[in-house]
């Protein structure tokens, strides 16, 4: 009797040292991404598929996707756009705090567009976005 009660004592005591040391255990936080910013004067380059997506070339090879709230016209076949930052900063960060601004031609006012959202393409897009466009 003794020997049951003995070993249902020591069962019982490594089953609450084992929950215990489950709870001790915290999840990891998933890993932020780093940011992932561009100075304006880095811009060497631009190409538009359409109206609402504008790929922009940034230092020697980097490439950010622009999307835009909605159309921007002749944003896809005009030879020049220009980006401007809100808050006076050359750095950019976020697509929330930019804008596009887009000539118009024939003495019209430029379009400002603004960009909802950016990204910074991996390197695998990039040569896919360079071997579509030599298409």
């Not at 538009?48 to 016209?73: A, M």
């Not at 076949?77 to 804008?99: E, F, H, S, Y």
Request: overall charge positive; aromatic content about 6%; some cysteine.
């Amino acid at each position: 009797m003794k020997r049951s009660i003995l070993t249902l004592a020591l069962v019982l005591s490594v089953a609450v040292a084992g929950s215990a040391s489950a709870q001790d255990v915290k999840p990891a936080k998933p890993a932020t991404p780093p940011r992932q910013c561009f100075w304006i004067n880095q811009v060497n380059g631009f190409s538009s598929p359409n109206q609402e997506t504008v790929y922009v070339n940034v230092s020697v090879r980097d490439v950010y996707e622009l999307k835009l709230f909605g159309p921007c016209l002749n944003v896809d076949w005009t030879q020049r756009i220009g980006l401007k930052p809100w808050g006076g900063m050359d750095n950019v960060c976020t697509g929330a705090d930019l804008d596009l601004i887009v000539p118009q031609g024939m003495g019209a006012a430029p379009m400002k567009c603004h960009v909802r959202a950016m990204r910074k393409l991996t390197e695998t897009e990039v040569q896919a976005l360079k071997t579509s466009k030599k298409k």
